[in-house]
């Protein structure tokens, strides 16, 4: 596998920030097979779509997008309309990531842009885990065959030139696949299998770039540091896993500065962790006890008492 880097440019109270998106993708072109049985989708009703009912028998796009991603929402009309251009001979799936997310919001959207392609959910994470996603908005094209043969966040000239050229026969012998340098592993997570433990679910950007989207969710998400901060040092052993979703070495280093964290805590490469423990929403605080989970906590509006978890 590859490591590549995208730099974007997000604009916020009025200054530039640059935020680095690290992208782990796939260095040759891969296809979806039957024996993959958790690469499922749900679709607005709530039923469980297999990605072989589409893919391997027509050229497929794959969106990956967020109701908050502001370059998300600037690339709605752009996808509505390649929709209605190419949609008779190409398959559009608009795959939210179902992070931080609730179905008003992604109706809203649906809404405000009239999308009419079909939209569904990565409720699972494994169709972006598949495909080595790692920030929103991402483009995936594949041919007919179930070969990707695209893959970017931008929605420009280059993405419009191959999905003019997979309408014709659904085929492309040009690729644009995003290139990488390298992989690095989750660091391990031991649970104890006597006593108790937390682990704290978080991403580095959720503070801030919220702030203005989301501000609730900001506000939780700074609420949720603190009070874990306020735990590991009245004793409770506690880690702290970041989402490895817009976020690098860096990112991490800057979170940790920023809020003066202590106990131990790492990037989830891969999100292996994220999806292991079925994270949807961050923060989420995670206690074991005896190795087994009694307690998850995504509200830290309230004081959360150490003798309460004890």
């Excluded at 752009?78 to 398959?91: L, M, N, P, S, T």
């Excluded at 608009?94 to 997310?101: F, G, K, Q, T, V």
């Excluded at 994470?125 to 931008?154: C, E, M, N, S, W």
């Excluded at 085929?171 to 992989?183: D, F, I, P, V």
């Amino acid at each position: 596998m590859i490591f590549c880097f995208y730099f974007k440019e997000i604009y916020m109270r009025n200054k530039v920030i640059s935020c680095l998106v690290g992208l782990i993708l796939f260095s040759i072109c891969h296809t979806i097979k039957a024996t993959e049985p958790s690469l499922v989708l749900q679709s607005e009703l709530g039923e469980q779509i297999s990605l072989d009912d589409y893919v391997g028998k027509k050229p497929t796009y794959l969106k990956f997008w967020a109701t908050w991603c502001a370059p998300c929402m600037e690339q709605m009309p752009h996808f509505e309309r390649a929709f209605e251009v190419y949609g008779d001979k190409i398959q559009f799936i608009a795959i939210n990531i179902d992070l931080n997310e609730t179905q008003k919001a992604i109706q809203s959207v649906k809404k405000k842009f009239g999308l009419s392609m079909p939209m569904m959910t990565d409720n699972a994470g494994r169709v972006a885990q598949y495909y080595q996603f790692l920030g929103t908005p991402y483009h995936v094209l594949l041919d007919r065959t179930g070969k990707v043969i695209y893959q970017g966040h931008d929605a420009d000239s280059a993405l419009n030139k191959t999905l003019k050229l997979l309408s014709h026969d659904g085929l492309s012998k040009q690729t644009q696949l995003l290139a990488a340098q390298g992989r690095h592993q989750p660091a391990l997570l031991r649970i104890p299998e006597k006593g108790i433990k937390g682990v704290y679910f978080t991403a580095a950007w959720c503070d801030w770039y919220l702030a203005d989207s989301r501000p609730s969710m900001s506000k939780n998400c700074i609420n949720g540091q603190s009070q874990v901060n306020r735990l590991f040092k009245q004793g409770f052993t506690i880690e702290s896993r970041i989402s490895q979703l817009w976020t690098d070495a860096h990112a991490a280093t800057e979170y940790i500065t920023k809020f003066n964290v202590r106990h131990p805590i790492s990037i989830d490469f891969g999100n292996e962790l994220f999806i292991e423990n079925s994270i949807s929403i961050v923060p989420t605080l995670i206690i074991y006890k005896d190795g087994k989970i009694i307690e998850r906590i995504t509200d830290f509006s309230t004081h959360i008492s150490l003798e309460n978890i004890q």
